[in-house]
């Protein structure tokens, strides 16, 4: 979470979406207006001449992955097997899913969603109490601008480093609501646990050790971000968030009750909406495990969208491993005659303090850990 020195950025002025949308609610200011070939509702993407279009179609719904059966070896090892199979698919064909059955209590999913809306809904003032200062990615505000003509998301974050302790900026915590730091400490922790779980039964479906990747990554990095969309009049000429992968091993994402559709993700060519189902977290490959399984499994790229008259709110957790781990594609991965190594090796702190002084551009952070020929 290193900044870069913020007396080389100059972001210009940024609007706060939630501000802009209450003061003039039909105003898109030009910095929001993506160029023609960015915008969300076109039929064709300069990267896919003719067939970048949107799937809101059924079949194409992300895999849905019942944790309770991936917990259950010894009690039913038939559907135990059968669901490690659909979670090796999922993150082979897909880098997403939703995960149902995950074990986090209805009251922490529901409380954290209660608080992050909460703190949107404060005065723009409060809000700003706690500034993500340009170059940085903790705090409320925009992340990832860096220059005075780069286009700007229509969305409102607010991020916190939860773990190891000494990622934490104090001063960010906010005192109101109330009850806000600690649904954060209760939920992070419980996502903890969900991320080490999945992570054991991804191992799994690649043939290795079940503890390979908790093992590697020591004390994992964790981070939290809340993003809220308001409505905007004209949703085909913005972006909610910008096409982009994370760069995380895992992303645990919670999509707020009754939120509009927003999160696409880019199947093929495609992009394909995520579809909520109640109590579901949606799950995505970050780029850590791309490198560490040598591109078996996928970071994929994704975005979000926004609405003509609903708001949503994504809470977005982002679990790495420790930054002093040197990260490379595992031994087991790499086969020089059909899979060669395509990624070279690299520390993860380097890799974390890279991604976040680049602006999201696609996949195009992933190029500090590709070996081109
Ligand atoms: C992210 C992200 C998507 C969403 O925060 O990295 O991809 O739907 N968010 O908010
Ligand atoms: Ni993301």
């Known amino acids: 979470m290193s900044p870069v020195p913020i007396s080389q950025i100059n972001t210009g002025h ?10 003039k609610p039909t105003l898109i200011p030009e910095r929001f207006v993506r160029d023609a070939t960015e915008r969300p509702t076109l039929q064709s993407a300069n990267r896919f001449p003719t067939t970048c279009v949107v799937l809101d179609h059924d079949s194409y719904d992300v895999p849905i ?73 903790q705090g409320y505000g925009q992340a990832f601008v ?31 609501p109330p009850k806000f730091s600690g649904t954060v400490e209760d939920y992070s922790r419980e996502v903890r646990k969900l991320c080490q779980n999945l992570l054991n039964s991804i191992a799994i479906t690649l043939g290795l050790k079940e503890g390979t990747f908790n093992e590697m990554f020591g004390v994992g990095v964790q981070a939290i971000r809340m993003n809220y969309y308001p409505p905007c009049s004209r949703p085909d000429l913005v972006l909610g968030l910008s096409p982009h992968s994370d760069g995380s091993a895992l992303t645990v994402l919670q999509q707020g009750k009754g939120s509009s559709v927003g999160l696409q ?20 490959i970050g780029d850590t495990l791309e490198v560490l399984t040598n591109g078996k499994y996928k970071s ?59 602006k999201l551009q696609g996949k195009k952070t992933l190029d500090f850990a590709k070996i081109i020929n």
């Open 14 to 23: 940024i609007d706060d979406v939630q501000e802009l949308r209450k003061a």
């Open 65 to 137: 992955i019942d944790l309770s059966k991936l917990m259950k070896v010894d009690e039913d090892e038939g559907s135990w097997r059968a669901e490690i199979l659909k979670l090796k698919r999922a993150c082979q064909d897909w880098g997403f899913f939703q995960v149902v059955n995950h074990g986090i209590d209805l009251s922490l999913v529901e409380g954290i969603e209660e608080v992050a809306k909460e703190f949107f809904m404060l005065p723009l003032e409060e809000k700003q109490r706690y500034p993500m200062v340009a170059g940085t990615v």
């Open 146 to 176: 860096f220059s005075e003509d780069q286009k700007l998301d229509w969305c409102n974050m607010f991020a916190l480093g939860v773990e190891p302790q000494f990622i934490r900026n104090p001063k960010l915590w906010p005192k109101n």
């Open 265 to 284: 993700i880019l199947k093929e060519t495609k992009w394909v909406s995520v579809q909520p189902v109640p109590n579901a977290l949606v799950i995505n």
């Open 300 to 358: 994929v790229e994704h975005r979000a969208v926004t609405h003509k008259e609903k708001d949503r709110l994504s809470i977005v957790t982002f679990y790495a491993p420790s930054y002093e781990v040197e990260i490379g594609p595992l031994p087991e991965m790499v086969d020089e005659i059909n899979n060669p190594c395509t990624y070279r090796r690299y520390n993860h702190g380097e890799y974390s303090k890279h991604y976040v002084t680049s």
